[in-house]
């Protein structure tokens, strides 16, 4: 299996920004994606960005789109997700997350694997 560990979160002011990284061990393959995912309180799980492992192809949600960035290092199984002009409504846990392909890369509910989450919180 996949163990994904995340850190780099924290607190910012908003117009900030951070760097999350979530490293993989276990079996990794260049056929799968990486996911990130955030979750505020009360809310619904919600798709963040995606890169794939082998190409290095991005995906965003509308709503970071110009602002976060994915990026990955394959040498060190590593993925970042950079956040810029953070909002307070970027507040949540942040999750990363990877599965087999690229389609259907916006839905939660195919990833099987996950890391446990990094608090991000933006103050205004």
């Known amino acids: 299996q996949v163990q994904l560990v995340e850190s780099g979160g924290g607190l910012v002011q908003a117009g900030g920004s951070l760097r999350l990284s979530c490293a993989a061990s276990?079996?990794?393959?260049?056929?799968?994606?990486m996911g990130w995912f955030r979750q505020a309180p009360g809310k619904e799980r919600e798709f963040v960005a995606a890169?794939?492992?082998?190409?290095?192809?991005?995906y965003y949600a509308e709503a970071v789109k110009g602002r976060f960035t994915t990026s990955r290092d394959n040498a060190k199984n590593t993925v970042y997700l950079q956040m810029n002009s953070l909002k307070p409504e970027d507040t949540a846990v942040y999750y990363c997350a990877t599965k087999y392909g690229s389609e259907w890369y916006y839905r939660s509910h195919e990833y099987e694997y996950w890391g446990q989450g990094t608090q991000v919180t933006v103050s205004s």
């Open positions: 276990g079996r990794t393959f260049s056929t799968y994606v």
């Open positions: 890169i794939s492992w082998s190409g290095g192809s991005t």
